[in-house]
């Protein structure tokens, strides 16, 4: 996002927090946020391609609710009202195709209006057969729709499948499939969308989603300040912030400034600074000595956090001037004295995603099946599996996997020793400068693990990493 | 905390930033660029900042220039003793284009590790800077002369003399007060009130408008890690598009001249009696620099895409009789290199091609250090 668009939703955001108090806030929260959603969707090689994402993402969001309300709620008149918003916005979106290239709300020109109003055709009819079929087998259409998600992510995240999915896109569109590249799918915010998705169907399926109108639930999956960046906020909490009635006070305000003006300052002066000198995959194979390797490491290491933390509090401080307080995602992560904690407190919507819909889940099924799973174990394959996924989360590639298993292993190892060493380390422990050096030194160590980490994670390739750890230790 | 402690934190908040800005316009700190990390923190650059692509160059072109003499290896220390010191000014030949530091005409003497009649060692600085104005090299030279060179080489060619370009060059043009002062110091023909130079306003001066070039001072800081990490401050393309060698045969304007003979009241010859009068004691060497003569179509009609050959011929001949004139040290060196060694343009050479060059001058400049 940039720093126009921050302050544009920044003047919209206070509009909508100091006036915008009675019934009709959510309706325009959600109208805001799916005009966002085509404002923000940048550009793609393929010709209208970025106006059918927002398009989808706004389909995908409709789905998801029908898929997870009772049945019935569609006729109601609020529903109607937020459906007919969401067609009229996608339909304005649209014609403005016809004011001209400057003029678009979406990146490129979206496509003539027949073929939209062919595809919203085809678009009602699915709609009504969910509503239809969910009567018959909900079960299935909820798995069919978790599926779904799973499908289209791995489409975008395999470079591979993204690849020929774009081949194929190219020659619907009448142009050259070879010209096919994964960089043509970059699909605005969907890794949160998709998960935020997955989280109502999930929770539908055990019953534990409370009962929200459409509006409620289209604003809650593309709320505009957290749309690109997260955090992944729970939709039960998230209502309630919905529901309660909005009465800033200048307190609120300050403290959402506040937050806001530090977001800006990390991410436009912090990490857009450190982003110059930070390892990437030119720089990495120019480094000539080992010093300079390590800067450029830690360069990446803070400019990951401040960019990463940074849109974190734009989306808290521009949601509080909504009056949302939307959940924290970083808690000084460099800061903490082994992986466990640092996992607690770096990106920890999506951690306590992951934590609540695969490593809980797992672990209970290990630990209270049949055949009991020796405890070790159990730790080994959740942490371990934990971590891929979320590797894969970030995209499927050798780097990223091996960055979730340096973080899955490191995890466990970590669990190992801390059992080890703690009965051991008593004596010191209780010692004022035992305690001080042993918190110390594990910050270190843990700060230098996750920092070494980061070179999966930067670089685009397993021999170019390789090349890196030899160079910061000397070895080449 | 109340509706009125925030409204008087924004008034203040937004008075004192008025204030701060409007005190930064006021006093216009314009030695801001002489705080560097380069020297200090990092090495500093063999060249100036220059570069069109900072994100792979680390390398950006600003308009500072204290900052671009700052951040240069020149400023590193004071003038030892046994040093033998050589600049070199002139255009993106002197430079370096497509050549790493070590390729260009200043690596590569200072690789010969000639030494001068004296005994002391020829060190030389490369302060070349890649546009081509006579102007331009007066003014980074009315800078250069506070480092005490031993020497000037300036190696120049005729796309740097035409009167109505010399201050069209950016650096130039943003550097307006410097530029107005050497008009009037050494009356050159051109005018202080020119549009091309470019006064700020008060407004120009405040953060505000001045944003653009503390970001600029602020990334050549940072970039100075990569420079020091990598030794890379230029990008090197795999491929190029190559000088152009053949020509229309209708083509045979120089600028706004036609031929059969130059204007010389249109050539700046007064900005190199400039520079070798701001020189003082310390000689200067002007060098025809070598340039591409091309055997392709029409090369009977131009040398290359900057000159026909009425025109340089002319220029050549004008040269010799204004160094004759004037007493100045001239060498002639423009066709000693085959049109195989330049790369995309007619003055920039190629690494073997620098090197025949450098051979050339290493001598000169040797002798040039027992004439004294």
Known sequence: ?476 | MTWRFLRNVLLKGSVLFLACDLLFAAWHPAGLGKVSAYNHLFPGRLRFPFGENPTQAYNLSLFDLDAMFASHVIAAAPKPADEYRVILIGDSSVWGTLLKPEETLAGLLNAASITACDGRQIRVYNLGYPTISLTKDLMILTEAMRYQPDLVVWPLTLEAFPTDKQLSSPLVSHNSGRVRDLIRAYNLPFDVNDPALWTPSFWDKTIIGQRRDLADLARLQLYGVLWAATGVDQVYPADYPRAQIDFAADDVSFHDQQPPSLDEAKLAFAVIAAGVRLAGETPVLIVNEPMLVSTGKNSDVRYNFFYPRWAYDHYRQMMSEQSQRSGWSYLDLWDVLPESEFTNSAIHMTPAGEAIFAAQLAGVIQERTCSK
């Not at chain 1, 789905?63 to 709620?73: C, P, R, V, Y």
């Not at chain 1, 994964?182 to 949160?192: E, I, K, N, P, V």
């Not at chain 1, 400034?257 to 390892?279: M, T, Y």
């Not at chain 1, 995959?281 to 490491?297: C, D, E, K, Y």
């Open chain 1, 1 to 476: 996002m940039t720093l126009t668009y921050i302050l544009i939703f920044t003047a919209i955001a206070l509009f909508l927090g100091l006036v915008m108090r009675n019934r009709w806030r959510v309706y325009w929260l959600m109208g805001v946020s799916a005009l966002a959603i085509f404002l923000l969707q940048p550009a793609l090689p393929i010709r209208s391609l970025d106006f059918w994402l927002s398009t989808l993402t706004l389909l995908l969001t409709v789905l998801g609710w029908l898929l997870t309300t009772s049945s019935g709620k569609l006729r109601e008149r609020g529903n109607l009202v937020a459906l007919a918003i969401l067609t009229g916005i996608v339909l304005c979106a649209n014609l403005t195709r016809y004011l001209g290239l400057e003029w678009t709300l979406s990146a490129t020109l979206p496509p003539k209006i027949e073929t939209l109003l062919a595809f919203l055709v085809v678009v009602a009819l699915v709609l009504g057969a969910v509503a239809y079929f969910k009567r018959l087998s909900l079960k299935f259409l909820l798995t069919a729709g978790i599926l779904l998600l799973i499908g289209i992510f791995l489409l975008l995240k395999v470079p591979s499948l993204a690849i020929a999915t774009s081949g194929l896109i190219r020659l619907a569109a009448g142009r050259l499939g070879v010209n096919a590249a994964a960089t043509d799918l970059r699909w605005l915010g969907f890794s949160y969308i998709a998960f935020r998705l997955l989280h109502t169907i999930r929770d539908r399926q055990s019953g534990r989603l409370p009962e929200v109108t459409l509006p409620e639930y289209v604003t809650y999956v593309i709320f505009f300040p957290a749309l690109t960046a997260g955090p992944i906020d729970r939709i039960e909490r998230f209502i309630q912030d919905l529901h309660r009635p909005i009465a800033l006070s200048s307190e609120d305000l300050t403290l959402a400034g506040k937050r806001l003006v530090v977001g800006l300052f990390k991410k436009f002066v912090l990490a857009d600074s450190l982003a110059l000198i930070a390892l990437n995959s030119v720089n990495a194979l120019q480094t000539r000595t080992a010093g300079w390797m390590w800067l450029l490491l830690y360069a990446y290491t803070f400019q990951i956090l401040f960019d990463f933390s940074g849109y974190t509090d734009i989306a808290i401080g521009i949601g509080g001037f909504l009056g949302f307080r939307l959940p924290e995602n970083f808690a000084a992560p460099y800061l903490k004295p082994n992986l466990t904690q640092f996992w607690n407190s770096w990106h920890m919507t999506l951690t306590q995603w992951f934590r609540a819909y695969f490593f809980n889940p797992v672990t209970r099924a290990l630990r209270s099946g049949k055949r009991r799973w020796p405890i070790a174990a159990v730790i080994f394959v959740t942490q371990l599996g934990t971590m891929l996924l979320i590797g894969f989360w970030h995209g499927v590639t050798w780097n990223f996997i091996l960055w979730g298993l340096w973080h899955g292993i490191g995890l466990f190892l970590q669990n190992r020793w801390s059992e080890f060493i703690r009965p051991r380390l008593a004596g010191v422990e209780n010692r004022k400068w035992g305690k001080l050096s042993l918190t110390v030194l594990s910050n270190m160590l843990t700060f230098q693990y996750v920092a070494l980490g980061w070179v999966w994670f930067a670089l685009p390739d397993v021999a170019m990493s390789v090349h890196v750890f030899f160079k910061l230790f000397g070895l080449t």
